[in-house]
DNA sequence: TGTCTATGTTGACGCCTATCGATACAGGTG
DNA sequence: CACCTGTATCGATAGGCGTCAACATAGACA
């Protein structure tokens, strides 16, 4: 339903202009932590110890259960959080690979 | 109109959780990065030689030309660029520490 | 002054999205 | 089995956003 966007993607932004494609795929990952709340829910379970976290330990960012949830399922599908269920929580964690691309993406910015 | 985002804004976002007021800046600038064609405006001017770019040089992004100028809009708005007219032309060009702002949210990706 | 070119702005349209309440599902406990 | 808690989905609504055509503005040049 929602692959990856594709780790490793384009060169950094400074490189090249970036054809249609890349751009499309790219704009994926930089849209979905364009959002206040998902930022905020991003970046509460990358800093979480063992990079993971139920999402009732994230889920105080000041909006409804069904947000919360609606905004972790969009960092889902851009690929930038995985979940797994084990017991009654669920769990998210960050896909490092993911996040290694787009740092890349804006490393050589100078 | 339109103040600069902060560039030095926040911790890596594997530090710690970003308050409301961080995500809420920080995802601007995100937001500006999370669209295919201001995603190409704005690698077409960063890789473009003397790290600046006239209009003429980068509007060919498969959109009308008020909408490219929308577009350049909002990276201004973000920070991200900035314009200056020099003549017929107007050039527009990156800026950097916002980049490096970006670019270190995302380093300690592990 | 007038005219041409290069950009920016305005107004309108349609789509996307953030948000919520209500509801459904999954898993644990009794 | 029933019940409770944690999480996801559904349906609806309001506002934001990308896009364009039309118009406005700025500079160059005659």
Redesign the interface.
Known sequence: MLEPVAAPCCPP??????S?DE??R???M???????????L???V??HEGGEACVCD?SD??VSQPTVSHHLKKLREAGLLTSERRGTWVYYR?E?SV??A??QL??A??
């Open positions: 932004l400074t490189e090249r202009p970036l249609a751009a499309e790219t704009a994926k930089f849209k979905a932590l364009g959002d206040p709340v998902r930022l905020r991003f970046s509460a990358a800093s994230i960012v000041g960050v490092p996040l290694a787009m740092g804006l490393s910015a100078a």
